[in-house]
């Protein structure tokens, strides 16, 4: 199986920057018109607004719902464009955005450079409540229309927004606009294929926003049908789409599950036709190979898995407590006997297939038991018991029981693994700040850059801070590397706040992602996109 990508071919310059185009509707293959298929998925947190869809499940969606300005080449590979005719930029300061004409919203209205520019706007002022806001932040007025909340979570209230729009966007004409950022950026236009910069149709404006997301209008190839919540989503291909990645077949069900258990017994029985990851009990003994036969996908995903504690619960506010929960995890037992190898141990805050990544930066992810009973001797001690939550549909109960074992028996903790029945429940407890232990979490790169990890999981105000950590260094050193105008500059200060997180453990990183996706006798080819998504543009159906 080839894994191919809907995520494109090459980025060039720094500086002087130029996104060269890469296809037009003219240059795309035949497709099929014809065949149904059935996928895995989640119940997504959030009704499916881009700019506040921060989690897998309701990615899934956006991210076939809707086309962005770029894509990217494989895992780890560089930007190409897609609905950008290019990018351009004399200081990495000041760029200037330039659309394909034509193209349009499932709804028939076109896409234009207003309908980027009136979507970030959007996601990025602060009473509008987007999870995403904070990918806007470069760009020049961000803090006027998202002003800092002086105490993070606490009691106080944010100031009122000085503005509405973001003094540095400007739309010049139908498909082009200026995009001004506070600060020169070489890293900015890697991160526009991040689902928070897709365009919104003038219909969103006009109503309520979880209505809108509940019945999407998207631009991508395919377009929304139904929801029925806890069930699944059906799609349909967009037959007004002119892009390179139209969908190959016609109808598209997402089934969404509460047990990947039922999920798999559906794929061997021929009623789903693909599961991203099947359950990790079945990879005992190989047992998935027998199952599947030819019909399995090995793919190493740029993600990572970690435990995340609740800092602003102050039994968990102890960086030595983080500290001895980290040594006290024998990460290549867990893998080979919860894993069956299939996992790599994590040593960093990011992921190796991110630019940027640096081999060993989490110092105390390793096994080291004296260790971690001194650290729990400076935290001192602790009391009581410390659940460990999970969701259950996605296949995790066995390693997060594996870490509560290994914590009793090195710490004699009283850890114990709790079950929260699907990912968007358990997404709800973390962003409502409602977490009374440590909670399994996870971060998949959807654009290949170490600052895709520092910036959303560890700066105060991240899309992914879901601990509430927050280091003043960690900022300053962020803010000074997405503001280099030269990207190896910007990987040295994201290095030096890497060695801050190292002392300070925000997270405790577990292992990194290896995927094992099955599909049914029904596909003759598919391939993966560079998250481990099924690629639409490459389903052929037997």
Avoid at 79 to 102: C, F, H, M, W
Avoid at 166 to 190: H, N, Q
């Amino acid at each position: 199986m080839s894994q191919l990508s809907r995520r494109g071919v090459a980025w060039v310059g720094t500086v002087a920057l130029a996104l060269a185009a890469t296809a037009c509707a003219g240059d795309r293959p035949g497709a099929g018109t014809d065949g149904a298929i059935t996928i895995y998925g989640q119940e997504p947190q959030n009704p499916l607004v881009p700019a506040n869809t921060p989690e897998v499940g309701g990615g899934k969606l956006v991210n076939v719902l809707w086309t962005g300005l770029v894509d990217y080449q494989g895992v780890g590979g560089a930007p190409r464009n897609v609905l950008a005719e290019s990018i351009e930029s004399a200081d990495a300061q000041k760029y200037t955005v330039r659309i394909r004409p034509g193209t349009t919203f499932h709804d028939g209205s076109p896409v234009t450079a207003a309908s980027f520019v009136d979507a970030w706007n959007w996601g990025a002022h602060a009473p509008n409540g987007a999870a995403n806001s904070s990918f806007y932040a470069d760009i020049a007025g961000f803090a006027d229309v998202h002003p800092t909340d002086p105490d993070g979570a606490g009691p106080q209230k944010a100031p009122a927004p000085r503005a509405s729009a973001m003094s540095g966007l400007r739309v010049v004409d139908d498909t082009t606009f200026e995009a001004t950022l506070a600060a020169p950026s070489a890293i900015w236009p890697v991160k526009l294929g991040h689902l928070a910069f897709m365009p919104l149709p003038r219909a969103f404006f006009g109503g309520r926003p979880d209505d809108f997301g509940r019945n999407p209008v998207g631009n991508g190839p395919v377009r929304f049908v139904s929801w029925a919540p806890d069930v699944a989503v059906k799609l349909t291909r967009f037959d007004g789409y002119r892009l390179v990645d139209r969908s190959k077949v016609k109808d598209v069900t997402v089934r969404l599950y509460q047990q990947d258990s039922a999920g798999y017994a559906d794929l061997l029985s021929g009623n789903l036709d693909f599961m991203e990851q099947v359950p990790v009990a079945n990879l005992a003994g190989r047992k998935w190979e027998t199952d599947l036969a030819d019909r399995r996908i090995t793919f190493d995903l740029p993600a990572t898995h970690m435990i995340t504690f609740p800092l602003y619960d102050r039994r968990f506010a102890s960086a030595d407590l983080r500290r001895a929960v980290s040594l006290s995890i024998d990460r290549q037992l867990l893998i080979d006997r919860v894993f069956f190898g299939h996992r790599r141990p994590a040593d960093s805050f990011s992921n190796p297939t991110a630019r940027g990544y640096v081999a060993g930066e989490c110092r105390d992810c390793r096994y080291d038991p004296a260790a971690a009973k001194a650290a729990l001797a400076r935290a001192g001690g602790f009391t009581g018991e410390l659940p460990l939550f999970y969701n259950a549909d996605s296949g995790h109960k066995d390693w997060m029981e594996a870490v509560a074992a290994q914590l009793q028996q090195t710490l004699g903790i009283r850890a114990r693994a709790e079950a929260v029945p699907t990912f968007a429940a358990l997404r709800k407890l973390v962003t409502d700040r409602k977490m009374t232990g440590g909670h399994r979490s996870g971060w998949r790169a959807d654009y290949p850059d170490v600052e895709l990890w520092l910036g959303p999981n560890y700066t105060t105000s991240g899309a992914g801070n879901d601990s509430g950590y927050s280091n003043p260094r960690v900022d300053a050193l962020y803010r000074e590397g997405v503001r280099s105008r030269d990207i190896d500059a910007a990987h040295a200060r994201f290095a030096e706040a890497g060695r801050l997180l190292s002392d300070d453990q925000p997270t405790v990183p577990v292992f990194y992602a290896m995927q094992q996706s099955g599909y049914s006798p029904r596909i003759a080819r598919a391939g993966l996109t560079p998250v481990g998504e099924l690629d639409l543009a490459t389903v052929e159906l037997r």
